[in-house]
């Protein structure tokens, strides 16, 4: 492994950036144990970045900069036992495919798949589901390079407090090397996508929630419309879209044409409730059978920023009138539709839905637009509903705010300060976070 010329890091959407003092490459769990012992020789930080996927500054690396481009190996494929373990680099769209060559899936997941598999787990990342829970419920191994150069693994029966802090941990107790992944069989989804009012969707909320494994809806602010995607699984046959169909719906018009809309309401933002009531009602049912993973992702190419707050389940309705009720208060002019997705309890510390059934809202603006008066305004509600910031999205809440919002959040602290207690692995957003 031999260091980078010094250059500047920036996230995916252009909103984080950061010129460490040194970038390196390594190729093995005992390379990155090497760049640690190294940092710590310098008296410098160090972090792993994934790719760029986070809003906040969770990856920013002041001193040591790690890139995870390498460290995709995949270690072992347990398809008896559904254990699959695999390096921290590797994307989730790789890992999904292998997954699928061994009939093998992840139970639930996120809409994109482009981040790597600790990246997305180290923010806790989550999809919607009424029983399958997030990625921090899909893990049965981690192994971590700790502060002081050893790389230890922990699982429910090995070190279990490390790992239940450390499955959505930030890379604050070390850096995740490995992963061993616990999935279930493959498996088909039946995909229904319907428009539906605002009214009729609140009012059905509960029974959508009940009556599918995978329930989620789109509102577009200033308009009635919503979108409804509700995922089932079955036997098959598999039906998927046609790929024109695929091409014109998830290609051309979610992405090519929504770039162009947010360009124009970027330069004329009056224009937004008008445009946004064109594109409630341009949107048009269907229904098709995909492998699963293929029907939880989605391409998006539209730069963006992002807020997402989790609320207790029972407070999502009230809040979602509230949220409606600050539109019409606000000048807001919003292009992109807010996404609401729900989420069984969590056992991770610092997951979102530690210990309580959980809805999600995550409010987004076009990358080169103003976000701050939008997104304070949104989580001044969800705050004032306990709401916990999604650890890779947007927010401005620090460690006095979420030792109130997390029960097991002075555990973590004690384990960070018994793990790093030089703080090696810190940096401004895990400071903002963490208080030290």
């Given at each position: 492994?031999?260091?980078?010329?010094?250059?500047?890091?920036?996230?995916?959407?252009?909103?984080?950036?950061?010129?460490?003092?040194?970038?390196?490459?390594?190729?093995?769990?005992?390379?990155?144990?090497?760049?640690?012992?190294?940092?710590?020789?310098?008296?410098?930080?160090?972090?792993?970045?994934?790719?760029?996927?986070?809003?906040?500054?969770?990856?920013?690396?002041?001193?040591?900069?790690?890139?995870?481009?390498?460290?995709?190996?995949?270690?072992?494929?347990?398809?008896?036992?559904?254990?699959?373990?695999v390096e921290a680099g590797l994307p989730l769209h790789a890992l999904n495919r292998l997954l699928d060559d061994h009939g093998l899936a992840l139970a639930n997941m996120g809409d994109i798949q482009e981040q790597t598999v600790a990246g997305a787990l180290q923010t806790a990342t989550h999809g919607t589901g009424r029983d399958a829970a997030g990625l921090a419920s899909q893990v049965a191994e981690l192994e971590l390079v700790?502060?002081?150069?050893?790389?230890?693994?922990?699982?429910?029966?090995?070190?279990?407090?490390?790992?239940?802090?450390?499955?959505?941990?930030?890379?604050?107790?070390?850096?995740?090397?490995?992963?061993?992944?616990?999935?279930?069989?493959?498996?088909?989804?039946?995909?229904?996508?319907?428009?539906?009012?605002?009214?009729?969707?609140?009012?059905?909320?509960?029974?959508?929630?009940?009556?599918?494994?995978?329930?989620?809806?789109?509102?577009?602010?200033?308009?009635?419309?919503?979108?409804?995607?509700?995922?089932?699984?079955?036997?098959?046959?598999?039906?998927?879209?046609?790929?024109?169909?695929?091409?014109?719906?998830?290609?051309?018009?979610?992405?090519?044409?929504?770039?162009?809309?947010?360009?124009?309401?970027?330069?004329?933002?009056?224009?937004?409730?008008?445009?946004?009531?064109?594109?409630?009602?341009?949107?048009?049912?269907?229904?098709?059978?995909?492998?699963?993973?293929?029907?939880?992702?989605?391409?998006?190419?539209?730069?963006?920023?992002?807020?997402?707050?989790?609320?207790?389940?029972?407070?999502?309705?009230?809040?979602?009138?509230?949220?409606?009720?600050?539109?019409?208060?606000?000048?807001?002019?919003?292009?992109?539709?807010?996404?609401?997705?729900?989420?069984?309890?969590?056992?991770?510390?610092?997951?979102?839905a530690y210990g309580r059934r959980t809805a999600f809202i995550a409010v987004h603006v076009y990358n080169r637009d103003p976000h701050e008066e939008y997104f304070g305004g949104v989580e001044d509600l969800m705050t004032s509903l306990g709401g916990r910031p999604h650890w890779g999205k947007l927010h401005t809440r620090d460690a006095a705010y979420l030792e109130k919002a997390y029960p097991r959040f002075s555990d973590f602290?004690?384990?960070?300060?018994?793990?790093?207690?030089?703080?090696?692995?810190?940096?401004?957003?895990?400071?903002?976070?963490?208080?030290?």
């Open positions: 492994m031999s260091p980078e010329t010094r250059r500047t890091w920036q996230n995916w959407a252009g909103n984080q950036q950061a010129t460490p003092h040194r970038t390196a490459t390594p190729r093995t769990a005992a390379e990155v144990a090497d760049a640690v012992r190294a940092a710590a020789a310098d008296g410098r930080t160090v972090r792993m970045t994934g790719t760029g996927h986070s809003f906040t500054g969770a990856a920013v690396a002041e001193g040591v900069l790690l890139r995870p481009t390498a460290l995709t190996a995949v270690r072992s494929v347990d398809t008896a036992a559904g254990l699959v373990t700790l502060a002081d150069g050893t790389t230890v693994t922990c699982s429910p029966a090995e070190r279990p407090e490390l790992f239940d802090a450390a499955r959505a941990g930030l890379g604050a107790l070390g850096i995740v090397t490995a992963i061993t992944w616990r999935t279930v069989p493959k498996f088909l989804l039946r995909a229904q996508e319907e428009p539906m009012k605002w009214d009729e969707v609140l009012a059905r909320i509960d029974e959508f929630d009940s009556a599918n494994e995978h329930f989620e809806f789109y509102w577009f602010p200033h308009t009635e419309g919503c979108l409804t995607k509700r995922n089932n699984r079955v036997e098959g046959p598999a039906q998927p879209l046609p790929k024109l169909k695929h091409w014109l719906d998830d290609r051309f018009l979610s992405n090519t044409v929504f770039g162009a809309v947010n360009r124009v309401t970027h330069r004329v933002p009056s224009s937004t409730p008008f445009i946004n009531g064109i594109s409630a009602k341009a949107l048009g049912a269907r229904t098709y059978t995909d492998t699963s993973y293929k029907v939880f992702t989605s391409p998006r190419t539209v730069r963006f920023k992002e807020q997402e707050y989790a609320i207790p389940r029972e407070e999502l309705v009230p809040a979602l009138r509230e949220l409606r009720g600050l539109f019409a208060r606000k000048d807001w002019r919003i292009s992109f539709p807010i996404e609401v997705r729900l989420l069984p309890a969590e056992d991770a510390w610092l997951s979102m602290q004690a384990l960070r300060d018994e793990y790093d207690p030089d703080r090696r692995f810190a940096n401004p957003y895990t400071r903002q976070v963490f208080g030290d």
